[in-house]
């Protein structure tokens, strides 16, 4: 059967005798992860990986892919083999084991009641 | 002299119609996915161009944009043979130096509109600058990256810029009524941006070991009058196959 | 776009015996997780069945997109007008953005994009079988463009609640883009349904051509199709084929008979008792046929994506760094 895309009729009839070569390792190239700046003042933030042969390349593809519709302000690239991760192992670490809410705004809620209390000692008793 | 803004804008709208049309055949056929949605936006940005540019002539009540591209005579295109042609074997050599080769042309076009006395003219030029910034990082890093790589690569943009430069050459042929749009302040005169056009490949061409030799007159004389009216021998399918679906139903809406 | 995961049965003989063979401390977290509602990353320890399941079901997703990008592709260089045709640019672009996030996201499981496209090519592994229609006329693009990607919404919005961390970041962008997509079909399909006689025959006849493979879309019914308790427990599949099914024809058909178009199946009705759709039987032998390799356009997709692949092949080469070294990507 013809191609209805005219495309592919005129790629004919070459289309029909390409040999099924498989791609080789890397044949699409090493992986950069893609972090994007919505905003001047925003955290920059992870948003995927591309492939791309170089880093130049990787920032010239990932604006398309990444930033062709939302808002942003800068890109930045990594290559993924320079980044070192935790483990999920090592969740844990995460979690404090004593309390530690000394060192948090919320560790400080009964400042106010010590006032008050002494305040009101301070009153003159009503005897 | 509303017949001479005319066959200006539709000189330059109508190499972006047609070059976005090429460009377009590449989406789902790209060298690989990032490149393929690179190629797709560029392939948009210059049809949206063609778009703005039909649309200045809507706004002095001309017709509109969707008349111009789809429901034109197809004698009444002023369109380069550069951008008519077709993507023959789909080699991305090719494709990548048409765009480069394009893209730098518009470049200087579009800078030196900003000066333009017609005013909507030089408004328009300042805002589709701003997409053109990506296409030409885009265009030069390819063909630096490609150039400086394999012989194969090498070779293949070589002989891509030997069969694309006659033609692109062209792109800056003698406007008609050239000495009244130069005269108006309209647009600078075709062999100044030639020059310009010139300056900026080089440096890139050069860098990627590319060798430009300017083309000689036998290769420019059969390319000769597109702005007058002389369609390439590739026009009439493109032109039926992007009219097709219009004129199957010429009173319907889409 | 994509189609459903085609659970076959030979695979769970395979996995049923492999779960076994896991860890049943490490297991029984894993599973505590999900039941949590928590999300599962790629570096967390997982069972191979989850694993294997998972690159099978986002893969088979990114090469619908990749190879959903052609039928319409066709018509980009005949669209109507600017409108139409910078539209249709954006969303065939769009999903072969989609291919790269999905490509991406089934990377993260250990599998390279190479090894995918290379499955896909040989016709190992499978796509959604709705691409091997071809788009015969303008009006075939919107009808995609509505019905297909529909389809697509319920079946990507469903998924989207699933367990895997970088599958659900992709589909919560990919659903997003959908949208679009489906504005723009319904916007099409509106033109033609309130547009000239020609146009109204010309959506009529892609709806009739349309039909069947979109019923087909969502899967074989649950009553053919195999079931694990397994692959819903881990959120791997969160609703059953007819589920969606029922639920896309619960939104679309009311909407495509306010067009005033006929559905080319006389027995739809909606059952006033049961609440459920009713259905003739859309040929679930051609689906298998189709699926396996004998639709109408299955050689020529796959010879159009051995023609991009092969094409591309010096350009990648050429500028591909001899230092490269791959990693799987991160999330």
């Known amino acids: ?127 | 002299m509303i017949e001479v803004l005319e066959s200006l804008v539709l000189s330059l709208a109508d190499d972006e119609l047609l070059i976005g049309h090429r460009h377009a055949e590449w989406i789902g056929l790209g060298p690989i996915l990032e490149e393929d949605i690179a190629f797709a936006s560029i392939a948009q940005d210059e049809t949206g161009h063609a778009q703005a540019y039909y649309q200045l002539l809507t706004d002095i009540g001309l017709r509109t944009p969707d008349e111009y591209a789809f429901r034109r005579e197809p004698s009444a295109f002023r369109s380069a043979h550069l951008v008519e042609l077709p993507n023959f074997e789909y080699d991305y050599g090719l494709a990548l130096m048409r765009h480069f080769l394009y893209d730098a042309a518009e470049q200087v076009r579009l800078e030196a509109l900003r000066q333009s006395c017609y005013e909507p003219l030089a408004g328009l030029a300042c805002r589709l600058l701003r997409e053109e910034k990506y296409h030409w990082m885009h265009a030069q890093l390819w063909i630096k990256r490609l150039g400086c790589s394999t012989e194969e690569a090498h070779s293949r943009l070589q002989s891509a810029l030997n069969q694309l430069l006659p033609y692109a050459w062209m792109l800056f042929e003698e406007l008609p009524n050239e000495e009244e749009i130069v005269a108006a302040g309209w647009m600078p005169p075709s062999t100044e941006l030639h020059r310009q056009w010139i300056a900026r490949i080089t440096p890139i061409l050069e860098e990627a070991h590319l060798s430009l030799s300017p083309p000689r007159p036998d290769q420019l004389l059969p390319l000769q009058g597109a702005r007058r009216g002389a369609r390439s021998p590739y026009f009439e399918e493109l032109y039926a196959e992007m009219t097709e679906v219009v004129a199957s139903d010429p009173e319907a809406e889409w | 776009m994509y189609g459903n995961l085609t659970i076959r049965p030979e695979d769970i003989e395979n996995w049923g015996k492999k779960v076994q063979e896991e860890d049943p401390e490490k297991l029984a977290q894993f599973e505590a997780r999900i039941a949590r509602g928590e999300k599962i990353e790629p570096h967390d320890w997982m069972p191979f069945e989850y694993r294997r399941q998972l690159i099978r079901l986002i893969e088979q997703h990114a090469h619908s997109e990749i190879i959903g990008a052609l039928p319409e592709g066709t018509w980009i260089t005949r669209a109507p007008n600017f409108r139409r045709k910078l539209a249709l640019m954006a969303k065939v672009q769009d999903e072969v953005g989609h291919a790269q996030l999905l490509y991406s996201a089934a990377e993260t499981l250990g599998k390279s994009r190479e090894e995918m496209i290379n499955d896909l090519l040989s016709g190992k592994s499978k796509y959604s079988n709705v691409f091997n229609y071809p788009a015969q006329t303008w009006a075939d693009t919107a009808v995609i463009a509505w019905l297909v990607d529909a389809g697509a919404i319920i079946n990507q919005t469903t998924n989207s609640k699933g367990s895997y961390g970088p599958y659900i970041r992709a589909l919560e962008r990919i659903c997003w883009e959908e949208s679009f997509h489906l504005k723009y079909g319904y916007d099409s399909v509106v033109y033609l349904a309130t547009g000239t006689p020609r146009q109204r025959a010309m959506l009529q006849d892609a709806l009739n051509r349309w039909w069947r493979p979109i019923m087909h879309f969502f899967g074989p019914p649950d009553t053919q199709s195999v079931h694990t308790e397994k692959l819903i427990k881990w959120k791997v599949k969160l609703a059953t084929n007819d589920e969606m099914r029922q639920q896309f024809l619960d939104m679309y058909v009311p909407k495509i008979w306010e067009l005033g178009l006929t559905i080319p199946d006389p027995y739809l009705r909606k059952n006033p008792e049961t609440g459920r759709w009713e259905y003739s039987d859309p040929d679930w032998d051609e689906f298998w046929r189709v699926i396996n390799g004998d639709g109408p356009c299955n050689k020529e997709r796959l010879a159009v994506r051995r023609f991009a692949e092969e094409k591309g092949r010096w350009v990648r080469e050429a500028i591909r760094l001899p230092s490269a070294r791959y990693v799987t990507p991160l999330a």
């Open chain 1, 1 to 127: 059967m013809a191609s209805l895309d005219p495309r592919i009729r005129r790629a004919e009839p070459e289309l029909w005798h390409i040999p099924p070569l498989p791609l080789e390792p890397l044949g699409h190239w090493q992986t950069y992860e893609v972090f994007i700046l919505r905003t001047r003042g925003s955290h920059a933030q992870h948003v995927g990986s591309l492939h791309a042969p170089d880093a130049e390349m990787a920032l010239i593809l990932a604006k398309e892919q990444y930033a062709r519709r939302s808002q942003c302000v800068a890109l930045w690239v990594v290559p993924t083999d320079s980044i070192l991760w935790t483990s999920p192992e090592d969740e844990d670490l995460f979690l404090p084991a004593t309390d530690k809410t000394y060192r948090e705004p919320q560790g400080y809620l009964h400042t106010r009641e010590r006032l008050n209390k002494y305040r009101d000692r301070l009153k003159p008793s009503a005897s």
